[in-house]
């Protein structure tokens, strides 16, 4: 079975503060996503990556950027965490052969 | 750019009951369709998916959908729900492109509520 797991369940941060949600997938995957998931929004796509260092804007990416070091590892950084980003944090990945995507449990951060 | 669209955000059946959720999209090319079931507390999981072949297709748990590319659309479907079946559900789709750069689009789900 794929698995991804991402860092934390729950996170609260203040304002300004550098935000780290890491992401990681064991099943050698080449992409893998980060998505948030709002009430009434459904998933949007925050970035995403095709391989190691390589890294595309998805649908919302102001106030957010990623890292690919690893294959196995997608982490996003918030610069300087704002109350609207208060949010589910959804991370997944693919083989593009399938593009059936396999997500993480999520991270709850919650910014005051 | 695609779009993927939900009509029914909250819905509410009694056990035993069937269940229809409509899913609509706005491409005219190829895609790939999905629906994601995420129950309370757990993760997004697969519940079932269309790539190409016999149009109806079925998934776990006695779910199934059909894809009826005429009217772009990818409805989910139940004969008979369960209380365990309390969840929100999306819908999802990615076009088939040349040259790869195939993002999903889900829509903006359906919180189904079964009572006993």
């Known amino acids: 079975d794929v698995k991804v797991t991402q860092s934390s369940r729950y996170l609260v941060k203040r304002t300004g503060e550098k935000v780290f949600l890491e992401c990681v997938q064991d099943?050698?995957?080449?992409?893998m996503f980060w998505y948030r998931q709002d009430p009434g929004l459904g998933l949007r796509l925050i970035y995403f990556?095709?391989?190691?260092?390589?890294?595309e804007k998805g649908d919302i990416p102001e106030g957010y950027s990623v890292s690919r070091e690893k294959k196995e590892r997608f982490s996003l950084i918030l610069e300087s965490a704002s109350t609207n980003q208060t949010s589910m944090y959804l991370c997944?990945?693919?083989?593009?052969?399938?593009?059936?995507?396999?997500f993480g449990p999520g991270t709850r951060l919650t910014v005051l | 750019a695609q779009s993927v669209s939900q009509h029914n955000h909250h819905v509410i059946l009694s056990e035993a009951a069937s269940l229809e959720l409509g899913c609509n999209y706005s491409y005219g090319g190829t895609v790939n369709l999905f629906w994601y079931v995420q129950y309370p507390g757990q993760h997004l999981q697969l519940l079932l998916k269309?790539?190409?072949?016999?149009?109806l297709v079925k998934g776990i748990k006695g779910f199934e959908a059909e894809f009826i590319k005429s009217k772009f659309s990818f409805n989910l479907r139940k004969p008979s729900v369960q209380w365990s079946d309390t969840a929100e559900y999306f819908c999802?789709?990615?076009?088939?492109?040349?040259?790869?750069?195939?993002?999903?689009?889900f829509g903006t789900g359906t919180q189904l509520k079964v009572e006993l």
């Open positions: 999802a789709v990615i076009p088939i492109l040349t040259g790869g750069g195939n993002k999903l689009t």
């Open positions: 997944a990945s693919r083989t593009p052969s399938t593009d059936t995507q396999y």
């Open positions: 990556s095709y391989d190691v260092k390589m890294k």
């Open positions: 099943m050698d995957h080449e992409n």
């Open positions: 269309y790539f190409s072949g016999d149009p």
